[in-house]
């Protein structure tokens, strides 16, 4: 025999005798195993609860089992909780014990000592809808053509009930509009509502139609006051206001003057001479830069008006 074959013979030989010595040697020892919640009611979750996911257990037996569970992940047993009998309601702790080692091992005790802190939820889905958060601004000479759109619109979370968001909605990672300039698209990362949350997407897509801002002035715009049922006749000076807007160029070029309303709220005031600051109702595209003039004076009775000029000029002051 060759003395490279009698060092291979002499190993599987020693190997031999030290799995037969291994397998039949009782030791003693800590080693850990996987603890496993059962009987949880369909429907229900214990997802958030205060449980790890492996507990130290105190054993005897094989030196070769315990041996190749502790390097190689064999399997000799678990640690199981039972909670059939229990529903979804306040959380319960529970100490576990000897019983609970389901192993063909000689149990010792669970050291150290550990106690559980288990909660029964009700296990959700929902399909909730995704808010877009953002941060910056558009740059002064661009602005949204629409409201921003997200693809999927909606995402599918899953998980125990109680830590469902009270806004029901997903929201994404901030999304910057200070450098947009062009419309476009891109992704944005959804935040996960709770850790014990699972959400069936991690990313949407955000689409913008930015284009670039305008401002107008739409002359001799029609005021209309507002009157409560019963009052005195009113009288309005002046009849007329410029009105400066500003907007996406090719719809403020196409503005009509109809589009806009100028209001003045005089509800129940009293008979003589008010000034009262003007309201434009204006299309949601729209940004109202100002009224020229910004106040009116309004005459509630048979009083004679003072001179409209007043107003833009600031030569006269309105009696009050």
């Known amino acids: 025999m060759s003395r490279i074959g009698l060092k291979i013979s002499c190993f599987v030989v020693s190997v031999i005798i030290w799995v037969q010595v291994a397998s039949t040697s009782t030791v003693e020892q800590t080693t850990s195993l996987p603890l496993r919640l059962t009987g949880v009611a369909e429907g229900l979750t214990a997802g958030g609860s205060e449980i790890p996911a ?153 689409r913008f139609q930015v284009a670039t801002l305008e401002e107008r002035t739409l002359a001799n715009i029609p005021v209309i006051p507002l009157v409560d049922a019963g009052q005195p006749e009113v009288g309005v000076s002046p009849p007329v206001v410029d009105v400066m807007v500003r907007g996406v160029a090719d719809s403020v070029r196409s503005l009509r003057a109809d589009r806009i309303i100028v209001t003045v709220p005089v509800g129940d005031l009293a008979r003589g001479v008010h000034v009262v600051a003007g309201q434009a109702d204006l299309p949601p595209w729209l940004t109202l830069i100002g009224l020229d003039p910004a106040q009116f004076q309004v005459v509630v009775g048979d009083l004679e008006p003072v001179k409209a000029d007043s107003l833009r000029n600031g030569t006269e002051n309105p009696v009050e």
Do not use: C, W
């Open 54 to 206: 492996e507990v130290k257990v105190r054993v005897q037996g094989s030196k070769l089992s315990l041996l190749t569970h502790n390097y190689f992940n064999r399997y000799i047993g678990e640690v199981r909780v039972t909670v059939s009998d229990r529903p979804a309601g306040p959380s319960f702790s529970y100490e576990l014990d000897r019983n609970d080692v389901f192993t063909d091992l000689e149990v010792v005790g669970i050291q150290p000592p550990v106690r559980l802190r288990v909660k029964l939820d009700n296990l959700v889905q929902r399909m909730l809808p995704v808010h877009v958060r953002t941060s910056g601004a558009l740059p002064a000479e661009v602005g949204m053509l629409a409201p921003m759109t997200v693809a999927p619109d909606s995402v599918m979370v899953t998980g125990p009930e109680r830590f469902f968001p009270p806004s029901g909605m997903v929201s994404t990672e901030a999304v910057d509009l200070g450098r947009r300039r062009e419309s476009g698209q891109e992704s944005a990362s959804l935040m996960l509502p709770h850790e014990h949350l699972k959400m069936a997407s991690k990313d949407v897509q955000v």
